[in-house]
T-cell receptor, first 114, second 114 residues
Framework: GDSVTQMEGPVTLSEEAFLTINCTYT??????LFWYVQYPGEGLQLLLK?????DKGSNKGFEATYRKETTSFHLEKGSVQVSDSAVYFC?????????????FGKGTKLSVIP | DTEVTQTPKHLVMGMTNKKSLKCEQH?????MYWYKQKAKKPPELMFV???????INESVPSRFSPECPNSSLLNLHLHALQPEDSALYLC?????????????FGEGSWLTVV
């Protein structure tokens, strides 16, 4: 079955540091890939997505590129802020049974210190 | 507008109570989902409704009873819950056509069973 593996945290960075959170996947076909972010005490927000190979998703300074050859979708940001402290989930989507289903990684908790 | 609205945000209930969680979206999405999220874990799928019909039930105990009154509303009826059912309950929705492969989440309802 489909699976997503992401680096487990917690990750602690100083403000303005470079961020990379690794994510690799196993899936049949060509799934769409997502990064969701969950701020403390809140629900999941869609951060960015990519629907086909070599697509780059970007939002709020975060980027991730869909790499089919390495089955990866690593999340990057050039300069993190304290407000980026959250849990980040990599996910892929597959279709079946008349709907879409998400497969999540285990999540990576990011803490950014001033 | 990609908003999924959930009420209440917080709910405390006894093990003999009956309560309901509510979810609403006005994006024209025809798939709606309930997820359960425990602390430090990714969300787990509970139920999926497609075109107002239950299409997926991930072996959820009968003390959780979903209902989809119309294409915009989704309820989760709760009865005789156990303390281990305390969690964040997330509602989500998506389109069902080939372009609709993005699932949008609400802010969640924090449930505590005492």
């Amino acid at each position: 079955g489909d699976s997503v593996t992401q680096m487990e945290g917690p990750v602690t960075l100083s403000e303005e540091a470079f961020l990379t959170i690794n994510c690799t996947y196993t899936a049949t076909g060509y799934p769409s890939l997502f990064w969701y972010v969950q701020y403390p005490g809140e629900g999941l927000q869609l951060l960015l997505k990519a629907t086909k190979a070599d697509d780059k998703g970007s939002n709020k300074g975060f980027e991730a590129t869909y790499r089919k050859e390495t089955t990866s979708f690593h999340l990057e940001k050039g300069s993190v802020q304290v407000s980026d402290s959250a849990v980040y989930f990599c996910a892929l989507i597959s279709s079946g049974a008349g709907s879409y289903q998400l497969t999540f990684g285990k999540g990576t908790k990011l803490s950014v210190i001033p | 507008d990609t908003e999924v609205t959930q009420t209440p945000k917080h709910l405390v209930m006894g093990m003999t109570n009956k309560k309901s969680l509510k979810c609403e979206q006005h994006m024209g999405h025809r798939a709606m989902y309930w997820y359960k999220q425990k602390a430090k874990k990714p969300p787990e799928l509970m139920f999926v409704y497609s075109y107002e019909k239950l299409s997926i039930n991930e072996s959820v105990p009968s003390r959780f009873s979903p209902e989809c009154p119309n294409s915009s509303l989704l309820n989760l009826h709760l009865h005789a819950l156990q303390p281990e059912d305390s969690a964040l309950y997330l509602c989500a929705s998506s389109l069902l056509d080939s372009s609709g492969n993005t699932i949008y989440f609400g802010e969640g309802s924090w449930l505590t069973v005492v």
